[in-house]
């Protein structure tokens, strides 16, 4: 298994460079992302990485999008960042009672990629590996229909799975009212089926045990069954993401 896969990233590196680009500054570890987001086809797994190479560049010229850039998305204080789990796994938490669909497209794209690379980063041990996860929460308790956003639901899944391939390692839905399942089966039909198999909507007391299992007391803030105190997303200081 090992050996294919050595295969697989040699094979990769060649046919990125064919398209152009260089795999140099990037470990085994990261370009495995891209392969398993492709089923293990290498000319597949880099068309990918060098799509996401050019839209990095453009999209994120300074390697990550300051506070500064997002502040009217980050005013409403609506996304929380939890420490690790016992897997190492940073813990994002969305709460959707707060968030209100975006009158700047840009800024909230600007967002979504400003939450998951700050998310990510919070799990680096020293330096990045490579094959960070994250785990998310979005909590739909109290949403009206003031809330609903599945155009700004759509992008935030649209830029994980083309330019965060194998990031996401689940995903819980709590407190899913009725009104929203018909929203909810809309938004799944831009998912891939490696998406769709990460998501978890907790509905029963058993889910929810698991739920609490998996992310852990010491994780997980007390109004969701642990122990932490909510952290807003702009109070975690991380040295790597300042100007």
Known sequence: MEKTREIAVSQMRKSVEKLGSSTESYGDTSLMRF????????????????QWQKWRAEFVPNGFIPDSEVQDELETRKIYLQSLTKEGYP???VKASKHFP????????KFVVHLLDKTIASSFKGREIGNEKLIGILDLQQITYR???????ITGFQFLQA?????LAKLYILHM??????VWRMVSRFLEKATMEKI???SNEEERTNFIKEIGEESLPEEYGGQAMLVALQDVTLPQLEV
């Open 102 to 109: 975006a009158k700047d497209q840009l800024q909230f794209k």
């Open 35 to 50: 392969l398993i987001a492709r089923s293990m086809d290498p000319e597949k797994a880099a068309k990918m990485f060098v």
């Open 163 to 167: 330019y965060y391939p194998e990031r």
């Open 91 to 93: 813990v994002l938490i």
């Open 200 to 202: 978890v909507i907790v």
């Open 147 to 153: 809330n609903i956003d599945a155009r700004g639901l």
């Open 177 to 182: 009212p009725r009104f929203f399942v018909s």
